[in-house]
């Protein structure tokens, strides 16, 4: 599940920024302002020094959404974004016919304090009018004016760690893009650098709210680091992605959670491995970073053992002419959000999405436009495999009316236990059953150690398959 791609950004909900006062009359103005001192907090507090400059520019709302359309253009050259939106719409994800272009540079424009950009290596401080219409937000952003140097100096600790970080371990990582493997990858990156960044933001208060002030300066400092004071701040950001804050009006609710749940589960992560191993052991995650998001969100599969996903291998096509066209991995993250967001209960998208160990899902297309979503996923446990399985079925009758019925015309279980022949040939004889029954959606689920889509070893893996009863998804149909 992608987020925006190689930029870092920081969210006006977990620090408001006050830069919607000002107008620019040019998309793109380099800030004269001297960052020495704020700069000095960042490397102070992270234990580098900065290589190079980072020139810091005011932004206009256009400029924001250009650059929120190049990444994703970079991401999804051509037609690849269309097919990527129709995957994203065939898992429920987004609704049908969502523009992907469009909510993020919507979302952004609400919600983003400020950017660093990997790839110019730059950091932007939007300067516009929101035109929210949250009244919390406008309310807190009115408070926030008379604080507004502490709060744009905040902002700007968290978007220079990025770009401190960025010059020691990149954040734009070749490996993230790599979707055969797992995008999953990405998400976690996400999450150790928005973590990372908000955990400095953080410790650069007590300095920028105590300046010229020692007795200020280590009371916040105390508060800060002690216990009652790291519960607080925990739960605080842990539950932010949770938030209405989190929601913009024409974004749909699953991209706007995606963009803030690494804040969320990377502050916790971050935190933990600080108070433990202090820098030393941030710098060992950038070091040996996390590679899907199910480590984050439960450190010791990244810390003491590395719990490793299983690598699930699509087929670029199917029997029966059907060529992939999209490939994602959803993740532990993106299931939680997927399954919270449909059954309206993000605590209880945690619980189903608990246990994920390995997933691919692909967009097919054959003959005739028609398309077929395959989404391969391997898990922790038996249990944990059937949880996922039963929240599929009841996601996908809940919004596709789908009917779970044991004859052919609707819907279908396969379930095949000790099966010996040879895999290729049981595939083969499966899908071309599902795909003569007119399926449109199938979820495998295969035990560890059968990596490999073309070579399973089939002691227990499941197959459902699936058809929309010509309900919402007319295009399916
Ligand atoms: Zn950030």
């Known amino acids: 599940m992608i987020r925006i791609p190689a930029i870092a950004v920081l969210l006006t909900g977990l620090a408001s920024a006050t830069a919607g006062s000002d107008q620019l009359s040019q998309d793109k103005v380099r800030s004269a302002r001297n ?22 520019y005011k932004i206009s709302e256009k400029a ?23 995957l994203l719409a065939w898992l429920d994800m987004v609704p049908p016919q969502t523009d992907l272009k469009a909510a993020y540079a919507d979302f952004l424009a609400d919600q983003v304090a400020g950017l660093y950009d990997s790839d110019a290596q730059e950091m932007c401080i939007p300067s516009f009018s929101r035109g929210t219409t949250n009244v919390a937000k406008k309310t807190a952003e009115k408070k926030l004016e008379e604080i507004s140097s502490e709060i744009d100096n905040i902002v700007l600790a968290h978007e220079f760690t990025h770009a401190l970080e960025d010059q020691y371990w990149p954040i734009d990582d070749a490996k993230d893009h790599e979707f055969k493997v797992s995008t ?25 709210w105590g300046r010229g002030a020692p007795g ?37 609710e699953t991209l706007a959670r995606t963009e803030v749940m690494p804040y969320s589960f990377g502050y916790s992560f971050c935190t933990a491995v600080m ?21 984050v969100m439960h450190p010791k599969k990244c810390w ?21 066209v999209s490939l994602d991995s959803v993740g532990e993250a993106g299931m939680a959000i997927l399954f919270g967001c449909q059954f309206k209960n993000l605590n209880h998208g945690l619980d189903l999405a608990r246990g994920w160990d390995g ?3 692909a967009l097919f297309e054959g003959a005739g436009g028609h398309h077929l979503l395959l989404w391969a996923s391997s898990w922790d446990s038996t249990n944990a495999a059937g949880r996922y399985l039963i929240a599929w079925l009841k996601e996908r009758q809940a919004a596709h009316q789908a009917a779970i019925t044991r004859n052919r015309q609707k819907f279908q279980l396969l379930m095949c236990q000790r099966f010996n022949c040879p895999t ?54």
Not at 184 to 197: I, K, L, M, N, W
Not at 456 to 469: E, K, L, N, R
């Open 35 to 56: 960052f020495g001192d704020i700069r000095r907090e960042v490397e102070t507090l992270r234990g580098k020094e900065f290589v190079r400059e980072v020139p810091v």
């Open 64 to 86: 924001l959404r250009a650059i929120s359309d190049h990444e994703l253009d970079k991401e999804f050259p051509g037609s690849k974004l269309r097919s990527y939106e129709e």
């Open 184 to 208: 999953d990858r990405s998400t976690a990156h996400d999450f150790v650098t928005e973590g990372s960044a908000t955990r400095e933001m953080i410790e650069v208060i007590p300095a920028q």
């Open 216 to 252: 200020t300066y280590f009371l916040l400092w105390n508060l800060i680091h002690s216990g009652l004071g790291e519960s607080v701040l925990n739960y605080v950001i842990s539950e932010a992605w949770k938030n209405s804050d989190a929601l913009v009006e024409g974004v749909p």
């Open 275 to 295: 108070r433990q191993w202090g820098l030393d052991g941030l710098d060992y995650i950038y070091d040996h970073p996390p590679v899907s998001s199910a480590q």
């Open 304 to 324: 003491e053992w590395r719990d490793l996903p299983v690598q699930i291998n699509l087929p670029e096509t199917l029997p029966g002419d059907w060529k992939q």
């Open 359 to 361: 997933d691919h899902v």
């Open 424 to 477: 290729s040939e049981y595939n083969e004889r499966v899908f071309r059953k599902c795909l003569h029954w007119h399926a449109r959606w199938l979820a495998l689920v295969l035990r560890r150690l059968q990596p490999d889509f073309s070579q399973w070893i089939s002691s227990s893996s499941v197959i459902w398959a699936s058809q929309p009863a010509c309900g919402k998804q007319a295009q399916t149909c």
